[in-house]
């Protein structure tokens, strides 16, 4: 069972467009023995105008932890009290197509974010993980205020997400069904003076995964 992924932070963005594929390649070790830990690395083609030059260059690299039973989970986080916001997709607040619309309803305040994510909703293949789920917190970030969570940050301060810290898993994926996202903002790093933010991710009453996720 993957039961925790490292701290992860692309080298750069991938642009996808509508008419021309992106091909990608991920090695990773499978069927690593338990409490085996074990690297993965993300690539992309890039294409040369000399052949001999057209290769696949590293996008990022981290650490996938492994084994036989998932974790002891934390107690979830209450739900907060907070204002209902617009959904994202309605309001442009976030420019996800459909394959990626998981977020179902949101409520948020200075002090975080509660939502409603569905995990059958969209298109992403589901596998060890479920892409689609964990991009759906950061709809519920408010990226073009941001100092509502964060007040030292300047007024024009507009984040998107830089990374990772770490991601941690204490049951199988859900495929279908509601899950509960409640997001926290932690204040700026000591060190690089960048936003961060706690998520968890609860199924019933246990939390699935949480995760530690950085702005930039």
């Not at 509508?18 to 294409?47: D, F, H, M, Q, Y």
């Not at 409520?107 to 993980?129: E, H, Q, Y």
């Not at 996202?181 to 991710?201: A, N």
Request: proline letters at 8%; hydrophobic letters at 45%; glycine letters at 8%.
């Amino acid at each position: 069972k993957l039961t925790a992924i490292g701290a992860f932070a692309p080298a750069r963005w991938l642009v996808c467009g509508e008419t021309c594929a992106v091909k990608i390649k991920v090695e990773v070790a499978v069927n690593a023995p338990e409490g085996a830990r074990t690297a993965a690395k993300l690539s992309v083609w890039r294409e040369a105008k000399r052949a001999a030059l057209s290769r696949y260059d590293e996008v990022g690299a981290t650490g996938l932890e492994w084994a036989a039973e998932y974790p002891a989970a934390p107690d979830a986080l209450p739900a907060l009290d907070a204002p209902l916001i617009e959904s994202p997709y309605v309001s442009g607040e976030t420019t996800h197509g459909p394959a990626f619309q998981v977020l179902q309803e949101m409520r948020r305040s200075r002090d975080g974010a509660s939502c409603r994510l569905d995990a059958g909703a969209g298109t992403v293949p589901v596998g060890k993980i479920h892409p689609a789920l964990l991009d759906g917190c950061t709809h519920a970030v408010p990226f073009s205020c941001l100092t509502q969570w964060y007040p030292e940050l300047a007024e024009h301060w507009n984040g998107l997400p830089r990374g990772v810290r770490a991601v941690r898993f204490f049951a199988a994926t859900p495929e279908r069904g509601a899950v509960r996202c409640e997001l926290r903002p932690r204040g700026l790093d000591p060190v690089t003076k960048l936003p961060q933010v706690y998520v968890q991710f609860i199924v019933g009453a246990r939390v699935w995964c949480d995760l530690e996720m950085e702005f930039a």
